[in-house]
């Protein structure tokens, strides 16, 4: 859901510390401008907290910048997307596309192991080297993103994670046979 928490509190604090409008603060925290012109005054609930949008990540201090300068112009909402931690149930209809994907990744993503392709996938890594001898000899592979299997952005931060595990696990391996 891409909604402002807590508008009141959003508002108060975009008043009393911005230069900003009574037009701009009410289409940004959807709040009636006779309401903002009363909590401006005072007239307002004395038991609300100031909450900062900057701090919470749902307005950047550039937007309001801008904003300052430009009275036209309207406040936008900083959404930030989540990638997910793993790969949902994937559908029956794609799983056919499965082992496709699996080549895909080994041909094309060299710095993964099996053990990280079938993490990626969850699979075991017995499954994902078979698939891989099956299936090199047809090369025949598909991206898993373009086949909706799973996001590009899930894909870049597991590979990194993966990249840097692996780097990991050779320190502590070159560590262990010096001594």
């Known amino acids: 859901m891409n909604r402002l928490l807590m508008p ?3 508002a108060l604090w975009l008043l009393k510390n911005t230069a900003l409008s009574l037009k701009q603060i009410s289409g940004f925290c959807s ?3 006779l309401d903002l012109d009363a ?3 005072g007239f307002s609930d004395t038991s609300l907290q ?3 949008p900057v701090e919470r990540g749902q ?3 550039e937007e309001i910048d801008l904003c300052e300068q430009d009275s036209d112009r309207s406040l936008l909402l900083n959404i930030v997307v989540d990638v997910q931690n793993k790969i ?3 559908p029956y209809g794609l799983k056919k596309y499965l082992p496709k ?3 895909w990744m080994h041909q094309n993503r060299e710095e993964l192991t099996n053990k990280n392709i079938a993490k990626f996938f969850g699979m075991k890594e017995k499954e994902v080297r078979e698939t891989i001898e099956n299936i090199t000899k047809h090369s025949d592979s598909t991206n898993p993103v373009l086949m909706g299997i799973c996001s590009q952005e ?3 931060s597991f590979i990194k994670n993966a990249i840097e595990q692996n780097e990991n696990d050779v320190k502590k391996g070159k560590k262990k046979s010096s001594v």
């Open 8 to 10: 009141r509190s959003t």
């Open 31 to 33: 709040i009636s401008v």
């Open 39 to 41: 909590m401006k005054k």
């Open 50 to 52: 100031e909450s900062d």
């Open 59 to 61: 307005l950047l201090q």
């Open 88 to 90: 949902g149930k994937i």
């Open 101 to 103: 994907c699996v080549v």
């Open 154 to 156: 899930y894909m870049d």
